[in-house]
């Protein structure tokens, strides 16, 4: 069973800082099915990023992903105040189901 | 697509609770569906899923045996009947469609508003 480990738990920035987040897998599974997810506070999630580096329909190209393996990085390049939230790391796919890191909340500093 | 969850409620330990969820906006019958929940204060935990025919059903460790997902396509709608309730079942409840069609991804591209269910004596 795959365990995702996120870092950091929390990320103090301000806006138009750039932030990076990571999300770290026990073990592959040989495929880069790894999607991000946004959550604001009184909101179901989000689709951000699937396949480790594509944006779902919608999502500004701010945000960006990238990693293989093991080792994972959601980005987004310029902070804007409606980016602050939690956001989570999942590893898709038939082996791994529907295993959620713990996730990294990004704060306005 | 819009997902809407109902059922959801305060109930005590041991009891037992069926959320539903009608779906629209898409072709129900091609896309596997999930319940997913979020703890307050903590992250999410994938609960069941169900593929397009019923044909793959598959369940977290922690509700393996207590909760039972069903669909029917003939209304647009999923269902998670839950039994033997505990305290720590007490979440958020998302009804979720997967990204695939008609092979089941574990992709979790669209969500409801979620039904809160509150396990309590």
């Known amino acids: 069973e795959i365990a995702l480990t996120q870092s950091p738990g929390t990320l103090s920035l301000s806006p138009g800082e750039r932030a990076t987040l990571s999300c770290r897998a026990s073990?592959?599974?040989?495929?880069?099915?790894l999607a991000w997810y946004q959550q604001k506070p009184g909101q179901p999630p989000r689709l951000l990023i699937y396949?480790?580096?594509s944006r779902a329909t919608g999502i500004p190209d701010r945000f960006s992903g990238s990693g293989s393996g093991t080792d994972f990085t959601l980005t987004i390049s310029r902070l804007e105040s409606e980016d602050f939230a939690v956001y989570y790391c999942?590893?898709?796919?038939?082996?791994?189901?529907?295993?959620f890191g713990q996730g990294t909340k990004l704060e306005i500093k | 697509v819009q997902l809407v969850e109902s059922g959801g409620g305060l109930v005590q330990p041991g009891t037992s609770l069926r959320l539903s969820c009608a779906a629209s906006?898409?072709?129900?019958?091609?896309?596997?569906m999930h319940w997913v929940r979020h703890v307050p204060g903590k992250g999410l935990e994938w609960v069941s899923s169900?593929?397009?025919?019923?044909?793959?059903?598959t369940y977290a460790d922690s509700v393996k045996g207590r909760f039972t997902i069903s669909r029917d396509n003939a209304k647009n709608s999923v269902y998670l009947q839950m039994n033997s309730l505990r305290t720590e079942d007490t979440a958020l409840y998302y009804c979720?469609?997967?990204?695939?069609?008609?092979?089941?991804?574990?992709?979790?591209?669209?969500w409801g508003q979620g039904t809160l269910v509150t396990v309590s004596s």
């Open positions: 979720v469609k997967d990204g695939g069609a008609w092979i089941q991804l574990w992709l979790f591209d669209s």
């Open positions: 906006g898409f072709n129900f019958n091609d896309y596997a």
């Open positions: 169900i593929n397009w025919n019923s044909g793959t059903i």
């Open positions: 073990h592959s599974d040989n495929t880069n099915y």
């Open positions: 396949g480790a580096s």
């Open positions: 999942q590893q898709y796919g038939s082996s791994a189901r529907g295993t």
